[in-house]
């Protein structure tokens, strides 16, 4: 995630409304790219190291065919001596592979036969890769530019629009040429060329004393276009777990929900864009399979529109239209009135996204948890409004100062209904436990959407919260020691979700013949609780009365097993005749007991209308309404 220090903007452009318009309009949609390097000097000091970063890539490879299988990944090996083809060795004949350099596969999405393609090289490695492969000669020292150009090719030629493009290269060197050569100075040239082409590089030291100094902290500020002085070195066993655990979860923050403008008043606004807190398990989507083979069943939609005859109901016209041309239909009085799609459309489509300053509050006045909505957090965006995050960092410690709260109103995206949100300042806990969590996290505004009448429940708390419901003192510490008993340290990133791990161990162990065990931890077992409080039990025995299960009911039968449903009474012929019954029936709002064919007999008796047959019961209950209705102001 890119910072905003006010130190790295140092242009103030006041941009007109056209140019953020033009700006608002990028678009933000695309896939998400991995291009993987391995430094072949891993093999130097035994294969212990080289299988260590194999074994991240395969847990790479398969979390992110679970997760999102959209995403491209690709693997190059850098500093071999030879330069093997992939198996897909029409894949690279469009693109110049240097010496020193092999391409074991093009970017590509994650299907089952690459994940087992990577599979059986993984088991093959440790014996084969020294001759298949091999190390540079003399110093197992390769062109560094050379590599990089490779890796912007394979990104530029990939065939799909990228979105978020990364290079990872996994190495243990400290520096891929001496200072002094011209390998160097052209490695670092090519650093410029990646901030110009927008692609990512990330280093992953596979040893814990890595230094960046010599070469990849110039490398990388230069590639990212900021300071040398706000570089800070990552620690390297959390980069190799952040690599491991879903791809990398640096960019946790960096996929946003939208982009917006925040108005803070006349001629005076800012872009910013925000994200989840949290990102969301969903389930993968249900498809229907074929038994013998496994192959998904394709589905297609139709919309049919069709034209009936009034008084036979036989279609006189059909025509398959599609959803964009649908339309709304409902009745303005006596008349039929029809909007189409695209009017309704526009009607909703009448503000873009944005955010409207109303006030400050102290943040006292705010509650701690707001049961609503999820929170949200926002950060500064200078891609639209130049010098937004220097504004932005101004309004944001102006508010820590002074322990303020924004109030604002907020439009998340198009065709959407604005919120009343609070905007609570947010900074990052200095913490000196190294978990990949706190990389995640930022300073910033914390979106806190406030409830409304409409989310606000009355609930009646008579029915317990009084004296016959309470217990005892020695009952209530009991209970106080069943609860320390049980207490837990709530860690979200250990806990992981039992239904979604069960359904990827089935999907692995059917597709890749991969068996995996449940990621449980003590904590959360359920019989080291049973033994924590398996001394109260006889205490517990004694305090409280035996527990009394409730005889389960009887479940009533299915109508289709031969039951019948429960019966009302029926209206007979003779009672409809009888216009004093027919106005009870419609004070009492029972005419829907009666059946179309009465209803019928009821406007054609009482009130000399007759409608077609294809009134449907609704029409027929409303028609005599207004008709009784008539009837009384006339009189």
Known sequence: MSTWDPANDLDWVSGSEDEEDIAMKRDY?????????????LQTNGMTRLLEALNIIRTAFI???LVND???????????????????????????????????LPLRQLTKPIVEHYLEFMATVEDQFASEYGLAEPFGSGKFDLMIRLCIELLEKCG????????????????????SSNEFQAALQKAIDLEGKEFEFHVIPMNDDFDYKPFYKEFITLSRAIDMDSFVEPDASLLREMLADRKLKQDFLRRCLGHFAFHLGPNLSMSVQYYNYFQRRALPRKVQIIRRDNSVVSTKRQIMVRKLDEQTQVVKHERQIKVCDGWYKFD?????????????????????????????????????????KPSNF???????????????????????????????????????IPRYVALVPVQVEKSEAKTYRSQLCGDGFKIVYLPEAKHIRHIDMCDWNNTANSASDEKVDFFQKII?????????????????????ANLLAMSLDITTESRAFDVLDTKVQDKRIEKYIPDYERLFDEEVIPAKKRPAKDPADGASSSKLPKIDAEQINSYPY????????????????????????????????????????????ELSAAGKAMS
Not at 29 to 41: K, P, Q, S, T, Y
Not at 596 to 621: M, N, R, Y
């Open 332 to 372: 303005l009085g006596d008349k039929p009135l029809k909007i189409t799609m695209q009017r309704m459309n526009i009607l909703r489509d009448m503000h873009k996204p944005h955010m409207q300053l109303l006030g400050f509050k102290h943040r006292s006045a705010l509650p701690e948890v707001i049961y609503s």
């Open 582 to 625: 027919v106005e009870f029936l419609i004070a009492e709002e029972q005419l829907t007991r009666c059946t179309v064919a009465q209803l019928q007999v009821i406007l054609e008796t009482h009130f000399g209308v007759q409608l077609p047959k294809s009134a449907t019961k609704d029409k027929l209950v409303k028609r005599i309404e």
């Open 70 to 104: 959209k995403d491209l990944i690709g693997l190059v090996f850098a500093n071999t001596k030879h330069s093997p083809l992939p198996l897909e060795a029409s894949s690279v004949e469009t693109i110049v592979v240097p010496e020193n350099c092999a391409v074991f």
């Open 378 to 416: 926002m950060y500064p965006d200078d891609q639209s409004i130049i010098g937004s995050k220097r504004l932005f960092r101004g309004l944001w410690e102006r508010c820590l100062q002074r322990e303020k709260i924004i109030i604002a109103l907020f439009m998340s995206k198009r065709k959407s």
């Open 29 to 41: 949609h695309g896939r998400e790219a991995i291009l993987f390097v391995v430094d072949a000097n």
């Open 63 to 65: 979390s992110g065919m």
């Open 484 to 504: 320390k008993r049980l207490r837990i340290d709530y860690q979200p990133n250990l806990i992981n979700d039992p239904s979604l791990d069960y359904l990827q």
């Open 160 to 179: 799909k629009k990228l979105n978020n493009a990364k290079i990872v290269y996994v190495t243990d060197v400290d520096t891929p040429h001496l200072p």
